[in-house]
């Protein structure tokens, strides 16, 4: 935490994990199909200055290992770099 936080956190997401400062995640990845590589870490760097409740949850979830040996694949359209996953799947 960081002492001297520049805003209030609305109450209702006080339950959620919150990043109130800078955070740096190693996430370990597969790049999908492509044989030549296994599997790879981004070293992300988080804003919780600017998103508390986006960049705690991603915290969270890098510490539990939620995306350890996710494939991704890269896409390049009008951005410099996107990262897209597909490992979401709902129960019927």
Do not use: C, W
């Not at 935490?1 to 955070?23: H, I, N, T, W």
């Not at 200055?49 to 960049?55: D, G, I, S």
């Not at 694949?73 to 410099?80: A, K, T």
């Amino acid at each position: 935490m960081v002492d001297g936080f520049p805003y209030d956190v609305p109450e209702e997401y006080q339950s959620v994990p919150l990043l109130k400062g800078r955070a740096t995640v190693d996430m370990k990845v597969k790049v999908k199909d492509n044989p030549n590589l296994d599997e790879r870490v981004f070293r992300i760097v988080l804003d919780g200055y600017n998103a508390p409740v986006t960049a705690g949850n991603f915290v969270d979830l890098v510490e539990r290992h939620f995306y350890d040996g996710m494939e991704i694949q890269r896409g390049n359209i009008f951005i410099e770099f996107i990262v897209i996953t597909s490992a979401f799947q709902t129960e019927n």
